[in-house]
C-alpha cells in the first residue's frame, strides 16, 4: 500500500476536489445505465467550500496531492455523505476505506447518530464496499424522507430507479 494520509478538509483544498471527482468518475464510464449522465458536471469548488465550512469533510493526501476525499453535509443528528472520491490511480489501495472510517470516528465524536449516503446497490466499490464497513440498505425510504427525496432527485436526474438505494450506519 502506498502512503497517504487523511486529514480534515480546509477551504484551499475545494479547488482541487472537483478535478478528483471527475477523474473517478470514469469507473462509470462503461455503465449502459449511465450513458446519458454528464459526470463532468460535478460540484464546484465554491460548493465544496460551503461543504467543507460546516467542519466534516475529508482529504486523502499522498506528498502535497489530495488524491480523495469525503464531503458531507450535517442534516440533524445524521451526517450524510454527499460525495467519495479517489483518483483512479490510487484507488484499490485502501484510501477511501481509512476516509470513511475516519468519518464515522468524527461523526461519532460530533454527536451525530448516524451517517447517511445514496449510492448504487450492486457495484463493488458502491453498495457492497459501503456493507462491509457496516452501512445497510434502508428499506424503508417513507421513514426517512430527506434520503427519498434524495433518491427522488437522482433519479429525475437520469440514474437508474432499481439500482439506487439509501443506506445507513448507526453510530452507537
Given at each position: 500500500?502506498?502512503?497517504?494520509s487523511?486529514?480534515?478538509?480546509r477551504?484551499?483544498?475545494?479547488?482541487?476536489l472537483?478535478?478528483?471527482?471527475?477523474?473517478?468518475?470514469v469507473?462509470f464510464?462503461?455503465d449502459?445505465?449511465?450513458?446519458?449522465?454528464?459526470f463532468?458536471?460535478?460540484?464546484?469548488?465554491?460548493?465544496?467550500?460551503?461543504?467543507i465550512?460546516?467542519?466534516?469533510?475529508l482529504v486523502?493526501?499522498?506528498?502535497?496531492?489530495?488524491v480523495?476525499?469525503l464531503?458531507t453535509?450535517?442534516?440533524?443528528r445524521e451526517?450524510?455523505?454527499?460525495?467519495?472520491?479517489?483518483?483512479?490511480?490510487?484507488?484499490?489501495?485502501?484510501?477511501?476505506?481509512?476516509m470513511l472510517?475516519?468519518?464515522?470516528?468524527?461523526?461519532?465524536?460530533?454527536?451525530?447518530?448516524a451517517?447517511t449516503?445514496?449510492?448504487?446497490?450492486?457495484?463493488?466499490?458502491n453498495?457492497?464496499f459501503?456493507?462491509r464497513?457496516?452501512?445497510?440498505?434502508?428499506?424503508?425510504?417513507?421513514?426517512?424522507?430527506?434520503?427519498?427525496e434524495?433518491?427522488a432527485?437522482?433519479?429525475e436526474?437520469?440514474l437508474?430507479a432499481?439500482r439506487?438505494?439509501?443506506?445507513?450506519?448507526?453510530?452507537?
Open positions: 500500500m502506498s502512503e497517504f487523511i486529514r480534515l478538509a477551504s484551499e483544498d475545494a479547488e482541487a472537483p478535478a478528483v471527482e471527475r477523474a473517478a468518475a469507473l464510464a462503461g449502459p445505465d449511465c450513458t446519458e449522465i454528464d463532468d458536471a460535478v460540484r464546484s469548488a465554491a460548493d465544496y467550500r460551503r461543504l465550512a460546516r467542519g466534516h469533510c486523502a493526501e499522498r506528498g502535497d496531492r489530495i480523495g476525499f464531503a453535509q450535517p442534516c440533524g451526517l450524510h455523505i454527499c460525495e467519495m472520491d479517489v483518483h483512479p490511480d490510487c484507488q484499490g489501495q485502501g484510501i477511501g476505506a481509512v472510517r475516519a468519518c464515522l470516528i468524527d461523526a461519532g465524536n460530533a454527536g451525530f447518530r451517517v449516503l445514496t449510492t448504487f446497490r450492486d457495484l463493488p466499490w453498495g457492497p459501503y456493507t464497513i457496516g452501512f445497510v440498505e434502508v428499506e424503508d425510504l417513507a421513514a426517512h424522507p430527506r434520503l427519498a434524495e433518491i432527485a437522482e433519479i436526474a437520469g437508474p432499481e439506487r438505494i439509501a443506506m445507513i450506519h448507526f453510530l452507537g
